[in-house]
């Protein structure tokens, strides 16, 4: 037994957020809560990051929109949207990153998943239970303003179109 000296690096923890927020139940006026089926979101959330963008200069883009009845995603060129409500979202703008993994991994098995958010826009939590065990995805909301997107669509058109592919050749 001898003497010894350790040097530790730390970090503040006021530069993270608060994660006890989330983790408390959804009766706190600063979440909000919505309740989602698993395969419909993983879905949902696999076809939208596709139209994300990867560039990390225009790191606003490379998440997914949620507002109003609406999830879309865009890289600026391409959009894709899916109608999508949360039912408490208090008409405000949260775009998460899109997931380095898929959401179906984190939550198999799970029938539903929780979203909550802290209205003060920095916290997104994925929350579902399986066998009395918890998964739990965390991650940061991304800030800024997104692409109005809402106004490139005209919802009142009737126009439609199929095309017939029988084979593609390249």
Same mark, same amino acid.
């Given at each position: 037994? =001898?003497? %010894?000296?350790?040097?530790?690096? $730390? !970090? @503040?923890?006021?530069?993270y957020?608060?994660?006890?927020?989330?983790?408390?139940?959804? /009766?706190?006026?600063?979440?909000?809560?919505?309740?989602?089926?698993t395969?419909?979101?993983?879905?949902?959330?696999?076809?939208?990051?596709?139209? #994300?963008?990867?560039?990390?200069? +225009?790191?606003?883009?490379?998440? $997914?929109?949620?507002?109003?009845?609406? #999830?879309? #995603?865009?890289? *600026?060129?391409?959009?894709?949207?899916?109608?999508?409500?949360?039912? @408490?979202? +208090?008409?405000?703008? $949260?775009?998460?990153? +899109?997931?380095? !993994?898929s959401?179906?991994?984190?939550?198999? *098995?799970?029938?539903?998943?929780? $979203?909550?958010?802290?209205? @003060?826009?920095?916290?997104?939590?994925? %929350? *579902? !239970? +399986?066998?009395?065990?918890? &998964?739990? %995805?965390?991650?940061?909301?991304?800030? =800024?303003?997104?692409?109005?997107?809402?106004?490139?669509?005209?919802? @009142? /058109?009737?126009? &439609?179109?199929?095309?017939?592919? /029988?084979?593609?050749?390249?």
């Amino acid at each position: 037994a =001898g003497e %010894y000296q350790i040097k530790m690096q $730390i !970090q @503040n923890s006021q530069d993270y957020p608060n994660l006890d927020l989330l983790l408390v139940d959804c /009766s706190n006026e600063d979440v909000t809560c919505d309740e989602v089926d698993t395969d419909f979101f993983a879905d949902m959330v696999r076809r939208l990051s596709v139209a #994300a963008s990867t560039d990390e200069t +225009k790191s606003i883009i490379t998440g $997914i929109c949620f507002q109003n009845d609406y #999830a879309w #995603a865009t890289d *600026g060129h391409k959009l894709s949207w899916v109608p999508f409500q949360l039912s @408490n979202a +208090k008409a405000r703008q $949260i775009v998460i990153p +899109k997931p380095k !993994q898929s959401f179906d991994r984190l939550m198999a *098995g799970t029938y539903t998943v929780e $979203i909550r958010f802290d209205l @003060n826009g920095k916290l997104f939590q994925l %929350y *579902g !239970q +399986k066998q009395g065990h918890y &998964n739990t %995805y965390f991650t940061r909301v991304i800030s =800024g303003e997104y692409p109005r997107c809402q106004e490139i669509l005209d919802r @009142n /058109s009737t126009s &439609n179109f199929s095309i017939k592919l /029988s084979r593609i050749e390249l």
